[in-house]
């Protein structure tokens, strides 16, 4: 699995974790989808994705 897609698995997780929390135990969950979409939405136009620098880090490590 690339780097890539491995993010893009993280993100539709969360999303759909989020959201099945906000609904069966407390809105406040719905918090978490809205920072994953607008982290979404800031890497297109930046280019910077602090998951990429994590994931990297921890599970792509070339050495």
């Known amino acids: 699995m690339t780097l890539e897609n ?3 698995l993280m993100a539709g997780t969360l999303v759909l ?3 099945s929390l906000g609904y ?3 809105p406040f969950w719905f918090i978490l989808t809205s920072f994953v979409g607008l982290n ?3 890497s297109s136009f ?4 602090p998951a ?12």
């Open 6 to 8: 491995s993010i893009r």
């Open 52 to 63: 990429e620098m994590v994931f990297a880090k921890l599970f792509y490590n070339k050495k």
């Open 40 to 42: 979404l939405v800031q």
């Open 46 to 49: 930046t280019k910077f994705c």
């Open 24 to 26: 069966l135990v407390s």
């Open 17 to 19: 974790l989020s959201l």
